[in-house]
């Protein structure tokens, strides 16, 4: 039986879209919903499709290791953690990007999942550098830590597909324009006709955000879903559309390298995300 994640933007769509129906009792007609895919009433995955999902993340972000889940990058302040490097900023020291570790144990909490005691209350990472985290990284609360993130892959999962599911009106609303915002919607359905574009989508919203927030973005550019999505070119549903969207993601990805401060030398990275864009024409 199919798990269905309604989703926040379906009260948007409505009164944008009236024709639209955002229930979850199916696919058109009454007849069974595609799986794996996005429709207006949500995104639906059968457990064997989210854990096949949550696996491939795991594996783009973490090689599939248990001790990427614990990472703290070079030039980076702050550590990376769980299967989608969930960022958890040292207390005191924000980042433009979107710190998402904490919002992932808030939604656990929600769910009653049991955790280590010290994260139910934490405030900030209890490392407040890198030198400092690779010194823990046998120390009996990191272990912890793996144990819990390896644990919770399925949590950590749903996290991200919610996170998807709560993009649309997010991103209409940092749109100016009905031509761009009708072209948001329309590549988004079209790239999530196949289950392939369902995987790409859920993926790069995790890996580089939904593309909402000024501060991530270089010379006043972004990076993130939503940059995408705008960046595609004409193509037809399907199969075409997943393809566009990975070279659309390829041009995005390459004009932030571009534009970064040169100090940050992100070119390093250029390889590794060229070849988890190219997953994106692929699937799970």
């Known amino acids: 039986m199919k798990r269905h ?6 009260a948007v769509l409505l009164i944008s879209s009236p024709l639209i129906s955002c229930t979850s009792s199916g696919g058109r007609n009454g007849g069974p919903a595609p799986t794996p895919a996005i429709t207006k009433g949500g995104i639906q995955l059968s457990p064997s499709e989210s854990t096949a ?11 599939g290791t248990i001790e990427g889940l614990t990472s703290w990058n070079k030039g980076e302040d702050f550590p990376s953690l769980g299967i989608g490097h969930f960022i958890w900023y040292v207390k005191g020291r924000p980042a433009p990007f979107d710190e998402s570790f904490p919002k992932l144990i808030a939604f656990m909490k929600t769910r009653r999942v049991p955790m280590p005691g010290w994260l139910l209350n934490a405030n900030g990472s209890p490392w407040t ?19 819990f993130l390896a644990n919770t892959v399925q949590h950590q999962t749903d996290f991200i597909v919610f996170r998807l599911e709560n993009a649309m009106p997010k991103m209409l609303a ?6 761009d915002k009708a072209r948001l919607q329309a590549n988004f359905y079209k790239v999530a006709e196949s289950g392939t574009g369902v995987y790409a989508l859920i993926d790069y919203v995790n890996f580089k955000g939904e593309g909402i927030k000024k501060e991530e973005r270089y010379k006043g550019v972004g990076w993130g879903m939503r940059d995408v ?15 566009e969207y990975s070279e659309a993601a390829k041009r995005v990805l390459q004009r932030r390298i571009k534009n970064s401060p040169p100090e940050r030398g992100e070119s ?5 995300w060229m070849n988890r864009c190219e997953t994106y024409k692929k699937g799970i």
């Open 5 to 10: 994640f309604i989703s926040a933007f379906c």
């Open 53 to 63: 999902i949550g696996r491939k993340i795991w594996q783009n972000e973490c090689s």
């Open 129 to 147: 550098s890198r030198n400092q985290f690779l010194a823990a990284q046998n120390s009996p609360q990191m272990k912890e830590l793996r144990n």
């Open 174 to 179: 940092q749109t100016s324009g009905a031509k």
């Open 229 to 243: 999505l705008l960046e595609m070119r004409d193509t037809a549903g399907g199969r075409a559309a997943a393809n």
């Open 268 to 272: 390093r990275w250029l390889r590794g």
